[in-house]
């Protein structure tokens, strides 16, 4: 049975930094696709990362030059790497797995942002 379990999150100053894992279990994370997702309070979920098998990234506009995805497959972790984060920042993030067509979700880490 895949599942994905996140950790890191917590408080931090804008500005300073946070790491988030998203520890994957039951599949070969080699061969996922693997994104990281926020979701605010009051707004919907929206992609931030995305990691290929292939290792391609891709990133939403807002986490350009500041976060970094990555993974270490022979670990099964995935991380994102959060620089200068914003009050704005402020929002469960989650870790999705995309295996044979079927899609996963971790149960979210809160990362909060003070000003």
């Known amino acids: 049975q895949v599942q994905l379990v996140e950790s890191g999150g917590g408080l931090v100053q804008a500005g300073g930094f946070l790491r988030l894992y998203c520890a994957a279990a039951?599949?070969?994370?080699?061969?996922?696709?693997m994104s990281w997702y926020r979701q605010a309070p009051g707004k919907q979920r929206e992609l931030v990362a995305s990691s290929t098998s292939g290792g391609s990234t891709n990133y939403a506009d807002f986490a350009k030059g500041r976060f970094t995805i990555s993974r270490d497959n022979a670990k099964s972790t995935v991380f994102l790497q959060m620089n200068s984060p914003k009050p704005e920042d402020t929002a469960v993030y989650y870790c999705?797995?995309?295996?044979?067509?079927?899609?996963?979700w971790g149960q979210g880490t809160q990362v909060t942002v003070s000003s």
């Open positions: 039951g599949c070969i994370l080699s061969r996922v696709v």
């Open positions: 999705l797995g995309v295996i044979e067509g079927r899609v996963y």
